[in-house]
């Protein structure tokens, strides 16, 4: 008797999990329309299918969501090392600008010509090392969002979500991004249906 009953459990389970399968499927299928045609011509049916497959039980909405919390950490963390450059490069300016003021002030008439060029010299070595510093730190979080995409790329992968590899191709990647923002309407689509009474 009990063989039974886990027999009826077990289909019961299948045709709930291919209901919601159709659901999303078809869910998506509206959500790829607000897609540009040239990214809603490459979205197969097929592809379709195995990414609402892959949306089933929730865990790649979980995933999705730490990733996204990751990468809004490191954009502000990496906003805030910018903006306290920049405030470093401003008081290292607004320093040697003061210390010009102070030493024209007394400077002997005969000499303020070679102050005014060494002040100069110094004023352009500075804005040098100010453009040397922000380009390295340009560099810096260019490459750390690189870093971040890719291990991006790598757990949605890992996750079995369809479309997703490590690649650097900008029209690749631009389909991972749309594939990326399907899930988070299809998402918020869900969580809103949820709170609704």
């Known amino acids: 008797m009990d063989t039974y009953s886990l027999s009826d ?14 659901y999303l499927l ?14 809603q011509q490459r979205l197969s049916y097929t592809t379709l299918s195995d990414l609402a497959q892959a949306l089933i039980d929730g865990t790649v909405y979980e995933i999705v969501q730490g ?7 490191t954009e502000k963390n990496l906003y805030n090392q910018r903006q306290k450059l920049h405030s470093e490069h401003r008081a290292l300016k607004q320093d040697l600008v003061r210390k010009h003021r102070q030493a ?10 070679v102050l005014k060029t060494n002040q100069r010299s110094e004023t352009e070595a500075l804005e040098q090392r100010v453009k040397d510093e922000q380009r390295m730190m340009d560099e810096k979080i260019v490459a750390e969002m690189d870093q971040k995409v890719l291990d991006q790329q ?5 996750a079995g979500v369809p479309g997703f590899y490590i690649t650097t191709n900008p029209q ?26």
């Open 9 to 22: 459990d077990l289909q019961s389970d299948a045709a709930r999990q291919q209901e919601r399968h159709y």
């Open 154 to 158: 790598n757990t949605l992968e890992k």
């Open 104 to 113: 024209l002030q007394t400077c002997k008439s005969h000499n303020v010509a």
């Open 172 to 197: 690749e990647l631009m389909m991972q991004m749309n594939l990326l923002e399907l899930i988070l309407k299809l998402q918020q689509k869900e969580m809103l249906s949820e709170t609704l009474p």
């Open 67 to 73: 990733l996204l919390d990751i990468q809004h950490l």
């Open 26 to 39: 078809s869910e998506l299928q509206t959500l790829v329309k607000d897609l540009p045609s040239s990214f």
